[in-house]
């Protein structure tokens, strides 16, 4: 990512709180508000990738003007308001150049010149196949190379961790704020890839940025706090790539980088990273048929969490642990976590909440839900908290929308409702185009089974055979 330090031309100066901006957040958590961003940007064509750490980056007065793209977007939002209305500085005021000529237009994109001390973020994904037709080159350069004491000089680019590949082997250099904020940066919008693209595609170019990222860890830090935020952001660059790896069937290299992730916490007493490594692990071993394992690794989850005063992460934490009493056909167990996890969601969001977050909504609580009691074979009522993800479910997680349908259509057909089902099945066929998830296509693959007995069914024959049609897995 771009550098967030000022150019020699931009003396540094204190950050003053972005008061304005806090005020029309309103009684939003920064997660909900960064999602009204991102609605509002689609409405407009544009493309930006607000989340809640770009929120409290502004707010905190760290953005003094905001880039031309995300300057559309708020003056969309808020209609009859200039950037100063926003308690944003003036444009030639950050840069020490001359604005823009009033009524100008501004650049249909973010360039260099809209980048750094300005605007730390990028608005185009550079790792997304639909914007970038170059995305395989963006992590492939990402290795460690060399022995003993000695690998290439690592460097962080606006695309990702990356190798200076001219550079001769020396020993890596001890890494400053740059390079811990490229690794956060990196871990941002691989999330952002998974949510709308699915897993399938990322798995091996991400793996590549987390052997970058131990070897920092290696090399030292300038300051301890910069030390700590390498380990934080290694960790979660490794619970990502697990989750990659998960989501892609993979499960025993997402063990191993969940693994890696306890440990990094552990070793640095991190509880935020620690509830994260168990809430995935927990995750996973739902998934691969170890529910006892689930059902500990969420409750360890949840006493790493307690602490941080997060009602919506242990809500989370008790829907883990309710997935595995599930797949112990626990009902009781079952019920009483959900019902914990209910009473926990709707206490609403805080300022404790972890940013990796930012996914778990009503949506995803009906999702887990549903996941409950499909396990434990309740058809009817897994379906109806299902077909309530899907609907709730915010436009920008294209690959939830696709998971919580295909968790319909599957519910469907066990319930007895072959024509819905094949409905809700070819819906699922029609997002493949934009979500690569092994995960989905297996869900899809049993509903087939399932639906053969119905094949002269309205609707079951036309799912059954573009069912067919899709290209076998690896």
Request: charged share 25%.
């Amino acid at each position: 990512m771009a550098s967030s330090t000022v150019t020699s031309s931009q003396p540094d100066r204190p950050t003053r709180p972005n008061l304005a901006f806090r005020q029309l957040r309103g009684r939003r958590s920064p997660a909900e508000f960064a999602a009204l961003v991102r609605r509002a940007a689609r409405e407009i064509g544009e493309r930006v990738s607000c989340d809640a750490r770009y929120v409290g980056r502004v707010e905190a007065g760290e953005i003094r003007c905001p880039n031309y793209a995300y300057e559309r977007v708020f003056l969309h939002m808020f209609p009859g308001r200039t950037l100063a209305d926003l308690g944003f500085a003036s444009r030639s005021s950050v840069r020490g150049r001359g604005a823009r000529p009033a009524g100008a237009a501004p650049p249909a994109y973010a360039t260099g010149e809209t980048r750094g001390a300005i605007e730390p973020y990028d608005t185009e994904d550079p790792y997304d196949p639909h914007e970038n037709h170059e995305e395989s080159d963006v992590l492939r350069r990402a290795f460690m190379t060399g022995g003993g004491a000695t690998v290439a000089a690592v460097t962080l680019s606006p695309l990702g961790l990356t190798i200076d590949a001219a550079a001769a082997p020396r020993p890596l250099r001890r890494a400053g704020s740059p390079e811990a904020a490229a690794l956060e940066e990196a871990v941002r919008r691989i999330r952002l890839l998974d949510d709308r693209h699915g897993a399938d595609g990322l798995y091996r170019r991400a793996a590549a940025p987390l052997r970058a990222a131990y070897a920092l860890l290696d090399a030292g830090a300038t300051r301890q706090t910069t030390a700590d935020r390498l380990h934080s952001g290694a960790g979660e660059l490794a619970i990502s790539v697990g989750w990659l790896a998960h989501d892609s069937g993979r499960f025993d290299d997402a063990r191993s980088h969940y693994a890696e992730a306890l440990a990094t916490a552990r070793m640095t007493g991190d509880p935020g990273l620690e509830a994260h490594a168990f809430c995935n692990t927990a995750f996973l071993a739902r998934d691969a048929g170890r529910p006892r394992e689930a059902v500990r690794a969420a409750q360890a989850a949840q006493r790493a969490a307690r602490p941080l005063g997060s009602p919506r992460l242990m809500s989370l934490l008790a829907l883990r642990e309710a997935g595995g009493w599930a797949g112990l056909a626990d009902r009781t167990g079952c019920e009483q976590a959900l019902a914990r996890a209910q009473a926990l969601f709707a206490r609403g969001h805080s300022d404790a909440d972890p940013e990796w977050m930012s996914f778990y909504g009503e949506a995803e609580l009906e999702g887990l839900e549903a996941q409950c009691w499909s396990t434990l074979g309740d058809w009817t009522r897994a379906a109806r908290h299902a077909r309530r993800a899907a609907q709730l479910q915010d436009p920008h997680f294209t690959r939830n929308i696709a998971l919580y349908t295909a968790e319909l259509a599957d519910d469907l057909a066990r319930g007895g409702h072959p024509d819905e089902a094949a409905l809700a099945g070819l819906h699922v066929l029609d997002l493949l185009d934009q979500v690569q998830s092994s995960r989905i296509q297996t869900m899809l693959a049993g509903t087939a089974r399932v639906l053969l007995p119905h094949r002269r069914a309205s609707g079951v024959s036309d799912f059954l055979e573009r069912h067919a049609s899709l290209p076998r897995m690896l």
